[in-house]
């Protein structure tokens, strides 16, 4: 987007669509065609990283405070 503005400087409007990759939905994926996609290296790794999670409040000024300590 920031290269088309450059590009275009004339004030316009945009839809900007990106797709994930097919090995994120790989069970998907196996249902539509009868195999799973390659899992790239990078993904492969995320995936064994150590899961974190913090519980939090879902009262808006406790997710602010959160927001605002993290």
């Keep these: ?10 004030p316009a409007q945009g839809l900007v669509l990106a ?15 009868g195999s799973a ?8 790794a995320y995936l064994k990283r150590e899961k974190l999670s913090l519980p939090i409040s879902s009262a808006y000024d406790d997710f602010k405070e959160f927001l605002l300590v993290h």
């Excluded at 797709?19 to 069970?27: E, L």
Aim: net charge negative; aromatic share 10%.
């Design 1 to 10: 987007w920031e290269a088309y503005k450059l590009e275009h400087p004339d």
């Design 19 to 33: 797709t994930a990759h097919p090995a994120k939905f790989a069970d998907v994926v196996m249902k539509a065609i």
């Design 37 to 44: 996609p390659p899992l790239p290296d990078r993904l492969a």
